[in-house]
């Protein structure tokens, strides 16, 4: 069984920070592209930062500046530390991973989602 667990949502106040963490496990040979998205309601999900194997970054031109996103490939872990949040960053959150999960088989795998409430 291959999953991918995600941590850290909660309520925070505008311009508070928070961090997220996602944890793959099961029977992986290999974690390769992984990323943050996000979907608000009655939005479509979109990518809020990446990074790759070797730990090259790209960030949603509203995230960059304000959220971090990182890799423990150790411990199959990515996180994302978000600084001063906004309204409109509430969403609910998802991980995403690229894994080997066979020799020559790679499937891209979700995370459950976790809800993060900017509001005063």
Do not use: H
């Not at 850290?8 to 311009?15: A, D, E, M, R, S």
């Not at 990323?35 to 070797?54: D, F, H, M, N």
């Not at 995403?96 to 795998?109: E, H, P, Q, S, T």
């Not at 809800?115 to 005063?120: E, F, K, L, Y």
Request: proline share 2%; aromatic share 10%.
């Amino acid at each position: 069984q291959v999953q991918l667990v995600e941590s850290g949502g909660g309520l925070v106040q505008p311009g508070g920070s928070l961090g997220l963490s996602c944890t793959a496990s099961g029977t992986i040979f290999s974690v390769n592209d992984m990323g943050w998205y996000r979907q608000a309601p009655g939005k479509e999900r979109e990518l809020v930062a990446g990074i790759t194997s070797r730990g090259t970054t790209t960030y949603a031109g509203s995230a960059k500046d304000r959220f971090t996103i990182s890799r423990d490939n150790a411990r199959n872990t990515l996180y994302l530390q978000m600084n001063g949040l906004r309204p409109e960053d509430t969403a609910v959150y998802y991980c995403k991973a690229n894994l080997g999960i066979a020799f020559n088989v790679r499937r891209d795998y979700w995370g459950q989602g976790t809800q993060v409430t900017v509001s005063s």
